[in-house]
């Protein structure tokens, strides 16, 4: 029987479809017969995108010393997983917009996840993963299944919003799963399969708020994207405009799952910040 969130999802008529180059690269990055340039030249058919893959080449954050012309050579320098980035950000970040009735406000979901993205990345890339660039997918998109929500769902989530503003102290999803039955992480996990991205980020999505129900079943070395959106998330709350300014400490079994010490953390938070206004600065996002 499909569960509560499955029929919502079946019965939306417009889930967000991904651009075209997104789908190519997921399938050249799981080898699925396209070529890298097929991808190339999608990217050199969209002018705004090859300005924004062209910048991002040659931006601090990536740290590149030398001059990058060339899509190509942005590709090869990159690598694809960065290119899939910037494409979901174009891509996505359009998907947040809008204001549900003060209770929330889309383009501040789109800051926090942009936060998150670079959080997750950076807790990724200290741990010297190579999947880092993951962190910074699923981060973008983890609370995607808040605006789907939101489209369909606008007077649920009102009330959701509303218990908030009346001094509600529970996570934001527990009042979505008391009201609505189910929560944005749910939705999400089922809008990412519906893209079709790989398990991991899927499972990632899905538990975002819950990483240890992963499918590494306790091996939490399997379920390190996971634990890095859980994480992220909670610091992008610390990094927000909307914040206190006081660190939002992550839980302790998610740093020591990525193998940071709490010292290292104020640092981190610094870079992040940092990381943040570079990739605002150059991909005009906001
Ligand atoms: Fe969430
Ligand atoms: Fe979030």
């Known amino acids: 029987m499909a569960s509560k969130a499955e029929e919502l999802v079946g019965r939306v008529k417009d889930i967000p ?3 075209s180059v997104v789908t190519q690269i997921n399938r050249v990055l799981h080898d699925d ?21 062209l910048r991002l080449a040659n931006s601090s954050y990536y740290g590149m010393s030398r ?3 060339t899509v190509k050579e942005a590709v090869l320098i990159l690598g694809l997983n960065a290119i899939q980035s910037i494409a979901m950000a174009v891509s996505v ?10 209770v929330l406000n889309m383009k501040d979901l789109w800051m926090h996840s942009l936060h998150c993205a670079v959080a997750s990345k950076a807790m990724l890339r200290h741990m ?3 999947v880092a660039e993951e962190g910074f997918i699923c981060g973008l998109v983890h609370d995607i299944g808040k605006v789907i929500m939101v489209m369909n769902l606008p007077d649920e989530m009102k009330k959701v919003g509303r218990a908030f503003l009346e001094g509600d102290t529970r996570s934001w999803w527990e009042v979505e799963q008391e009201v609505i039955g189910f929560t944005h992480a749910d939705v999400g996990g089922l809008i990412a399969s519906r893209w079709n991205f790989p398990k991991p ?3 990632a999505i899905e538990y975002h708020h819950w990483p240890e129900k992963g499918s590494g079943n306790g091996d939490s070395s399997k379920d390190r994207l996971a634990y890095s959106i859980f994480a992220g998330d909670a610091l992008s709350r610390s990094l927000s405009e909307n914040g206190t300014g ?3 400490q992550p839980d302790p079994s998610s740093l020591q799952v990525l193998g940071i010490e709490p010292e290292a953390l104020p640092d981190l938070l610094e870079k992040v910040g940092e990381d943040f206004q570079n990739v605002i600065a150059t991909w ?3």
Do not use: A, H, W
């Open 201 to 203: 980020y899927c499972e």
């Open 67 to 69: 001059d990058v012309r």
């Open 93 to 102: 970040g359009k998907l947040f917009s809008g204001d549900l009735n003060g």
């Open 33 to 53: 017969g396209e070529s890298l340039e097929t991808v190339i030249s999608i990217i050199e058919k969209d002018p705004p995108l090859t300005t924004k893959v």
């Open 17 to 19: 479809t991904l651009p």
């Open 284 to 286: 005009d996002l906001e």
């Open 246 to 248: 006081e660190i939002q």
């Open 128 to 130: 010297g993963t190579v």
